[in-house]
């Protein structure tokens, strides 16, 4: 049995793939911590699952401000010193590192604890931070046909985002009949991830009544930031009314994308993975201040095999509502996009990963597993 530390947080992309991973080590009989933020969004989704170990941790993003800055420095140290000693008192045996402001204290207080990280970045874009770190990993696991010139080969994967074992696509029908939905609604869902997306929301309350003239029903996530809840009745053509719903969180994505005949999402790799996994068309609207552009890269990347669609925000205005009226109505075309979603699915990345990491905690000592101490970071 070994003792794994999972550092994760900050938002449900990060998250997530970290309950997914601590699923499958306990799974195979190993002890398994959860280092979260103190945001809301994780002490939410954390209370589902009630039988998994989360520690929140402090910390704070980086912003390029004076005030921004001592905030990050401070939330460092703090996350810094409390890893370490929480190491120290479960004998931690490795530390996991999902990305975020949640990963960096932890990480570097595994490195000077002599304990092995394992670093996963879920987008197309590496960003700085993750750069920083994976050259003190012992593995660093990347997107498909992603890598990092400065590390070598030798310690890089190629691999998918876990999913939650309970995460799973099912009947459109069921699915419909959780939510409320009838079975023959043409159905949208707006999907701006955990914290929403204003641009969204503003897009569906602009074109609520358009869409509804072609009977279309909208079933939007606002966000937590944006908490407002409520269901929305319109008139649609020959006097049918048709129901649209505003939620400001689920934590049954997977009935909601189940349920929908399109979604449109922003572009993060969680969503994206969820899409796929889900097989429902998309049209991803890529968040255009994300970190190097990422979710531009995860978009197109979806984009390019056929398996999606990429409309620029500043596009929306003018073009979106057409491009939905016309994938709402063409099902072939659907068709089409659901096969080419099956096609990208790679499967119980979870478990993968999970054995990956465990054979190379076994195998720590070997060549290929030797400290890097590129940092100066003594272990």
């Keep these: 049995m070994k003792n794994i530390v999972i550092a994760c947080g900050g938002t449900g992309g990060h998250l997530t793939p970290g309950i997914a991973l601590a699923q499958?080590?306990?799974?195979?009989?190993?002890k398994v911590w959860l280092?979260?933020?103190?945001?809301?969004?994780?002490?939410?989704?954390?209370?589902?699952?009630?039988?998994?170990?989360?520690?929140?941790?402090?910390?704070?993003?980086?912003?390029?401000?004076?005030?921004?800055?001592?905030?990050?420095?401070?939330?460092?140290?703090?996350?810094?010193l409390l890893a370490r000693r929480f190491y120290k008192k479960v004998s931690a045996n490795a530390l996991i590192a999902f990305g975020g402001f949640s990963s960096f204290g932890p990480s570097v207080a595994a490195k000077t604890s002599g304990i092995p990280i394992f670093i996963h970045?879920?987008?197309?874009?590496?960003?700085?931070?993750i750069r920083l770190l994976a050259r003190i990993a012992h593995r660093v696991y990347l997107p498909i046909g992603i890598s990092i010139d400065s590390v070598s080969p030798?310690?890089?994967?190629?691999?998918?985002?876990?999913?939650?074992?309970?995460?799973?696509?099912?009947?459109r029908e069921r699915a419909?009949?959780?939510?409320?939905?009838?079975?023959?609604?043409?159905?949208?869902?707006?999907?701006?991830?955990?914290q929403g997306a204003v641009a969204l929301n503003q897009w569906?309350?602009?074109?609520?009544?358009?869409?509804?003239?072609?009977?279309?029903?909208?079933?939007?996530?606002?966000?937590?930031?944006?908490?407002?809840?409520?269901?929305?009745q319109l008139e649609g053509a020959g006097g049918k009314r048709i129901t649209s719903r505003f939620v400001s969180f689920t934590d049954e994505m997977n009935?909601?994308?189940?349920?929908?005949?399109?979604?449109?999402?922003?572009?993060?790799?969680?969503?994206?993975?969820?899409?796929?996994?889900?097989?429902?068309?998309?049209?991803?609207?890529?968040?255009?201040?994300?970190a190097d552009n990422h979710q531009l890269l995860n978009a197109s990347f979806i984009e390019g095999k056929g398996s999606g669609m990429v409309c620029i925000e500043k596009q929306m205005?003018?073009?979106?509502?057409?491009?939905?009226?016309?994938?709402?109505?063409?099902?072939?075309?659907?068709?089409?996009?659901?096969?080419?979603?099956?096609?990208?699915?790679?499967?119980?990345i979870a478990v993968e990963l999970a054995s990956d990491i465990c054979s190379s905690i076994d195998r720590r000592n070997q060549p290929e597993f030797e400290p890097n101490r590129e940092l100066g970071i003594a272990g």
Aim: with cysteine; net charge positive.
């Design 24 to 30: 499958a080590l306990e799974e195979k009989g190993h």
């Design 35 to 80: 280092f979260i933020s103190q945001k809301s969004v994780d002490s939410r989704l954390a209370k589902k699952y009630g039988t998994l170990n989360f520690k929140p941790m402090p910390g704070a993003p980086l912003e390029r401000s004076p005030l921004g800055l001592l905030r990050f420095i401070k939330g460092f140290l703090l996350s810094f």
């Design 121 to 129: 970045e879920a987008n197309r874009a590496v960003g700085r931070a």
């Design 154 to 171: 030798r310690k890089l994967r190629n691999i998918g985002y876990p999913l939650r074992n309970d995460f799973r696509r099912i009947p």
């Design 176 to 194: 419909r009949m959780r939510l409320g939905i009838p079975i023959g609604d043409r159905l949208l869902v707006i999907l701006g991830g955990s």
């Design 204 to 232: 569906v309350k602009q074109n609520l009544d358009g869409l509804s003239n072609e009977g279309i029903s909208v079933y939007c996530i606002t966000g937590m930031k944006n908490d407002s809840s409520g269901v929305m």
């Design 255 to 290: 009935v909601v994308l189940s349920a929908a005949d399109l979604v449109v999402s922003r572009a993060g790799a969680g969503a994206i993975a969820e899409i796929v996994r889900c097989r429902v068309p998309a049209i991803l609207v890529p968040y255009p201040y994300a």
């Design 317 to 348: 205005k003018d073009s979106m509502f057409e491009e939905v009226k016309e994938v709402m109505y063409n099902e072939e075309f659907r068709a089409i996009i659901r096969r080419n979603l099956f096609a990208l699915d790679q499967g119980d």
